[in-house]
T-cell receptor, first 115, second 112 residues
């Protein structure tokens, strides 16, 4: 059972381009979280999704950011018209459920650099 | 909204010393989890606590959930250089569709 797979591991974009970050959860996991981490800082919640549904997007900027978790395929975090301040590590985590047994398994992250 | 706080953000200890850190929530939690992130790595799940007053041990690490289910502690006995990293607590509220909210973490450095 492969772990949570994120790709690409490193992504460089010029200001104004689009960044698409992919996350394949562990097999059997229907809950996906996206977190952003700046250097020397903690994990900032962005969005929580279940299959085909956005459950909580309270941590995601209203503009330029969107996320989806389709019925088939990976979860996608999209950042349009990137700016330098979007440079960060973006971690995806999946879990099989909430509550007992709902520990989150993290991917290795995508390190986005905007130049 | 729900807040999970970890203070301080950094702590330095001498190898062999004990280390304790705390995690406090503004709201009662259904469960609390602890994660460890090594430098350059990704967070890795350590433990989940569910019951009020629960204590769990993993070798030199002891985790405790407060009686009111609003705080938790992590204690490391006789720290080693392999303990370096950032320790995050994450709390989850009761109810369906409750997200995991992470604290800012505490970065532990160990002097050999």
């Amino acid at each position: 059972n492969a772990g949570v797979m994120q790709n690409p591991r490193h992504l460089v974009r010029r200001r104004g381009q689009e960044a698409r970050l992919r996350c394949s959860p562990m097999k059997g996991h229907s809950h996906v979280y996206w977190y952003r981490q700046l250097p020397e800082e903690g994990l900032k919640f962005m969005v929580y999704l279940q299959k085909e549904n956005i459950i909580d997007e309270s941590g995601m900027p209203k503009e330029r950011f969107s996320a989806e978790f389709p019925k088939e395929g990976p979860s996608i975090l999209r950042i349009q018209q990137v700016v330098r301040g979007d440079s960060a590590a973006y971690f995806c985590a999946s879990s099989p459920m909430t509550g007992l047994g709902g520990e989150a398994f993290f991917g290795q992250g995508t390190r986005l650099t905007v130049v | 909204g729900q807040q999970v706080m970890q203070i301080p953000q950094y702590q330095h200890v001498q190898e062999g010393e004990d280390f304790t850190t705390y995690c406090n929530s503004s709201t009662t939690l259904s469960n609390i989890q602890w994660y460890k992130q090594r430098p350059g790595g990704h967070p890795v799940f350590l433990i989940q606590l569910v019951k009020s007053g629960e204590v769990k041990k993993q070798k030199r690490l002891t985790f405790q959930f407060g009686e009111a289910k609003k705080n938790s502690s992590l204690h490391i006995t006789a720290t080693q250089t392999t303990d370096v990293g950032t320790y995050f607590c994450a709390g989850e509220l009761a109810g369906a569709n409750s997200k995991l909210t992470f604290g800012k973490g505490i970065t532990l450095s160990v002097r050999p």
